[in-house]
């Protein structure tokens, strides 16, 4: 059996499908709109705007805007805009591929990352009942600020 070490999970791939594309209202909330065609599989980042702050590293803690919807439906599931609100936290307290979407980018940076249920909430089963369990996830993200990890 091969064994795929902890860091080379959902590691950010490039595209091999079509992306969804994104609309910003004058407030600067995204607007996500999720293409006919299948999901890409793994972790696929785009830019939309490259900041030029502070790198996030891994295990920062990250103040960001962001705007999640599901690929099957194009729903809002989450969105700290509608909320009024940035979210604060942990790169590490996230599904592997938001933390693998921020890691690595600049403050100021606005970023699209679409995920595969495995970097997500994981296949629906039984066992995992969580409501994204089985969906492909995308996400705008706006990184406001990036403070280094304590100790």
Do not use: H
């Not at 590293?57 to 599931?77: A, C, L, Q, R």
């Not at 936290?89 to 693998?100: A, C, D, K, L, Y």
């Not at 066992?127 to 990184?143: D, R």
């Amino acid at each position: 059996l091969d064994v795929t070490p902890a860091d080379q999970w959902c590691q950010v791939v490039d595209a091999d499908a079509a992306m969804p594309t994104v609309a910003f209202d004058e407030s600067g909330a995204p607007a996500i709109s999720i293409p006919a065609s299948d999901p890409p599989s793994g972790v696929v980042v785009d830019v939309l705007t490259e900041g030029d702050g502070a790198v996030v590293e891994p295990g920062d803690s990250v103040t960001v805007n962001y705007t999640g919807v599901k690929w099957s439906d194009g729903t809002v599931f989450d969105s700290s805009w509608e909320k009024g609100s940035p979210a604060t936290f942990q790169t590490t307290q996230v599904v592997s591929g938001f933390q693998r979407a921020l890691e690595g980018q600049k403050v100021g940076s606005t970023v699209l990352v679409s995920m595969s249920p495995l970097c997500g909430y994981g296949e629906a089963s039984v066992t995992n009942t969580n409501a994204l369990a089985g969906e492909t996830l995308v996400f705008v993200v706006q990184i406001i600020s990036t403070e280094p990890a304590a100790g």
